[in-house]
């Protein structure tokens, strides 16, 4: 492999964070509540107390309880208020692409009023012109798990066909606002999500969330995106449109044929998005599925819809690969909100994530000829606990060789297997609130953020040892990945 030249010359080296485990001022400036603000902290609960599935009337009480040190994600990282802080870091480190999201709740607090919230409007305008100022482009969620609980009150979340108007509403209002300010957009976050985490992806309480509710959901949020990319496209010619799918590489657990119909059927629900968002169709059995078993809403004028949009480039998520097979009590190991089978031949983080470098190269090339467009990688990290020095210090070392070796994977899959990789953005690029378990201590940044899981700290910002490594990463071109060939 040539080492003087790992990454195209316009590569778009980034870091993502999301709104809701960010920007903390939950209940000011006009914004509403969100289902993310009804998270409670794992750790400071019993694991049976911790889960996605919530009644409404827990949810209502909740959201009346005052203790916001139980939630989180209400406080974030106080992005809100540290933003041109946060930005200067990123542009100190010659972060290029910025992945944020857009709140639903700080727009429409309720989801359905008519007119928009001006200081939520005022407030991302000022966070993508800082962007700008520092000659970073901003990379936008429309939809990351902020949807505002008025559409779970009013509408019972996206099983209504009501909320994806209003989700395009949303859409409409902020692209036009931000489209000269903003070149990248997804539309929803691992929007496959919606059958693994039904309350936080779609506002689906334990009311309403059997196997029919779900699947009309994530079809309403299909049939959303597609208008919303196509609008964007009418709009500006120069945006670039993505759809966003949870990235795993499955392995059988052994060459049992049974193991490997598992493992089949995991990747035919993973390259669903896919097929939907970019070739513009369901796969014929899963249509069959939706139309005659269980009788969705799914009407000929949706088919229309998703055949005339396409996405201009398939953004995906990579942490980690999983091995699937019969129950048979093999150790299972915990993952991006799936549960696996352990796989023998790889090493696990603290939480129980696999680390495979290897998985992310055999997924390139799957999803590179399967959808024939470039991709860009928008979430790969590494959570782990910090611990700072006496001189007060993190040296994350651990962290630096996770992501060298996914990083000379990457570079292999790009220069070998010729997968058109557009970009690769760290996920936490700054230490942000955990998606999954709404804890500070599972740490993914190259910034270290002084807070804690019950909300204590002086919120002050300081460089990893990782923050130098990806900073040398990006000005190099990843030439100082010395130590790649550890991963192969």
Known sequence: MNMDKLFPTNFLWGGAISANQSEGAWNQYGKGPSVADVMKCRSQLNLKEYTD?????????????????????????????????????????????????????????KGDEEKPNQEGLDFYRSVFEECQKHNIQPLVTLSHYEMPLGLVENYGGWQSRKVGDLFV?????????????????????????????????????????????????????????????????????????????????????????????????????????????????????????????????????????????HCDFLAFSYYMSITQGIEDGTEKTAGNTITSMKNPYLESSEWGWQIDPLGLRILCQDLCNRFEVPLMIVENGFGAKDTLTKKGQIDDDYRIDYHEKHLYQLAKSIQEDHVEVIGYLTWGLIDIVSSSSAEMEKRYGFIHVDLDNEGQGTLKRTRKKSFYWYKEVIATQGKNLTNGERGS
């Not at 044929?257 to 995991?266: G, I, V």
Request: include cysteine.
């Open 169 to 309: 509403k949303f859409s409409k209002t902020v692209i036009k606002e931000f489209h000269e300010l903003v070149p990248y957009w997804i539309t929803f976050n691992e929007i496959d999500s919606v059958l693994r985490h039904p309350f936080v992806s779609a506002g689906l309480t334990e009311e309403n969330r059997s196997q029919k509710q779900m699947l009309q959901a994530m079809h309403y949020q299909y049939v959303a995106s597609a208008k919303v990319v196509s609008f964007a496209h009418r709009l500006d010619e120069h945006l670039q449109m993505g759809c966003m799918l949870t990235g795993l590489t499955v392995y059988p657990y052994s060459c049992r044929p049974e193991d490997n119909y598992l493992a089949q059927q995991m990747r035919h629900y993973m390259y669903l998005s896919g097929d939907v968002q970019i070739r513009g169709h369901y796969p014929k059995p899963f249509s069959k599925k939706l139309k005659e078993e269980l009788q969705i809403d799914f009407s000929e004028e949706d088919e229309r819809i998703l055949a005339d949009s």
């Open 53 to 109: 599935a919530k009644t409404w009337k827990q949810i209502v009480k909740d959201v009346k309880n005052p203790e916001d040190t139980l939630f989180p994600k209400r406080q974030g990282i106080d992005f809100y208020h540290h933003y041109k802080e946060d930005i200067q870091l990123l542009a100190e480190m010659g972060i290029r692409v910025f992945r944020t999201s857009i709140s639903w709740a700080r727009i429409f607090p």
